[in-house]
């Protein structure tokens, strides 16, 4: 297709409308106009930015890209940043160099917005805008999957499928310790007790999200759309561990996941396998900061195998003193709940 004039801008309020109608040409199974109102207005660590691609003809926006804050705390300092996503171009203006631009100019605008970094799983369709608009791949998170039947194991021999299976019943069986209870997202209480028990997690991880008891509500009550099964583990009384768990037919995934100590987290993964074998489960998933030693000691000791690799990228404003504090993987604790 041949080339057509357009130019870049930071979006206002008044390209709402435009921005919602190109995301239904791609998010077509959600409710646009709820998720919208929930992520780009309601996000507890500041409301979204978008840069628009118009036709220089019409004023038509052609494409988009959002930055959706996140407050991280960065070996001891809280620093706001952000996490990418809803990066669409119109499939009539592709092939133009529209995403790379649109890319080049957020990153650009970042400190005027006062936001020190973006970062984000890097899809295929990003991932080369991204680098050449100065965001560096810090390594890729790795996709682990637990089989929960030999259906499962569609990339191995029966017999190996079997053995996979035998090792993770081996773990799990005979484990003392609390059980597991689901979460109602409807109990207030519940959302101090998450912000008391991250609070005391995330001290293994020198970069994670500041997640308060807000971040909580906002994730798991607001959001439109299923909410994620939330499951738990008490002793005494107190939350010791917690998982919060997506399903798309007989497969889940684990989209939050942390525990007290490293002992809870093996209990918390054994009860949550077999919970989900119960129900009927056949694969659980989850993806992990790349080169985590503890947690990924922790999924594979569980029976998890390493599958395919996501790409992580990161810009951070080349202003400031954060690069080198950023840029190690291993310090990254990032669960899908704290994308967008």
Known sequence: MCS???????????????????LKHWRKLQPIEARYRWIYDCNPHGRALSWVAEDCASGQVVGCVSCFPRRLC?????VLGSVGGDSFVHPDWRRMGIAEALHTLSHKDLPRVGLAFNYGFAGSANRTALKKAGAVELGAFRRLVLPLSAKAVKFAPAAIAGRILRRWETRTKGRAGPSLDELSPDCEKLWQELESLWEEARQAFP??????????????AAAPGERPLLLGIRRRGTLE?????????????????????????????ALLGAALQKRGG????????????????TFRRMGFIGRERVPFALYVVPELDLRE??????????????LD
């Not at 960065?74 to 809280?78: D, F, H, K, P």
């Not at 917690?242 to 993964?269: N, P, Q, W």
């Not at 504090?325 to 704290?338: E, L, V």
């Open 207 to 220: 970069i994670s999200l500041v997640r308060e008891a807000s971040y909580f509500r906002w994730r798991y």
């Open 74 to 78: 960065v070996r001891g300092s809280i």
């Open 282 to 297: 056949e694969l659980v998933a989850v993806v992990l900061s790349p080169r985590v030693p503890d947690c990924r000691q």
């Open 4 to 22: 057509r004039p357009y130019r870049i801008r930071l979006g206002n309020s008044g390209d709402r409308r435009p921005i919602l109608s190109l």
């Open 241 to 269: 561990g917690f998982a919060a768990v997506t399903r798309s037919g007989s497969r889940y995934g684990i989209f939050d996941f942390f525990a007290r100590e490293k002992e809870t987290a093996r209990h918390l993964l």
């Open 325 to 338: 504090q950023m840029s190690d993987p291993r310090a990254w604790y990032i669960t899908k709940a704290d």
